[in-house]
């Protein structure tokens, strides 16, 4: 007898690290599942077609403990290097983001200043139209 293996009901010692996706022949996840019948091959773990026992397309594959182990060590490097990837991202748009804050202050002051030279720009053609018509 073979029964499916729960996922949800892990060990305390199982990392928290999910088992590889495999897929069947029917591109459905095929679960992982556990050798129940008396014999060399009992307890063991395997995947099988998502929808055995009812239909299968032939898809099986006993879990080699060495080959999950080198798999999961995969999955950490690649978590890992992912991670620095982001960190990477996060730091390169914080630089850009200090580079705006910068160059908004800048564009501030240009404003401000322009404002300014077209305040007195004005009031000086308020005076020169004042001194024409008095």
Not at 39 to 62: E, H, I, Q, V
Not at 92 to 117: H, P, Q, S, T, W
Request: with cysteine; hydrophobic share 35%; proline share 2%.
């Amino acid at each position: 007898i073979v029964s499916q293996n729960s996922s949800a009901s892990g060990s305390s010692s199982q990392s928290r690290l999910s088992d590889p996706v495999l897929k069947c022949y029917h591109n459905e996840v095929a679960p992982l599942r556990v050798a129940r019948h008396n014999g060399s091959r009992l307890g063991m773990k395997f995947y099988a077609c998502a929808y055995w026992p009812k239909a299968t397309c032939g898809f099986f594959s006993w879990v080699d403990d060495a080959n999950l182990i080198q798999d999961m060590q995969f999955q950490i490097l690649d978590k890992d290097t992912t991670i620095a990837d982001l960190k990477n991202k996060v730091k390169i748009l914080k630089e850009g983001n200090e580079n705006l804050k910068e160059l908004m202050a800048e564009v501030g002051i240009e404003c401000n200043e322009r404002r300014l030279m077209m305040e007195c720009e004005a009031d000086d053609k308020r005076k020169t139209y004042a001194l024409l018509l008095s």
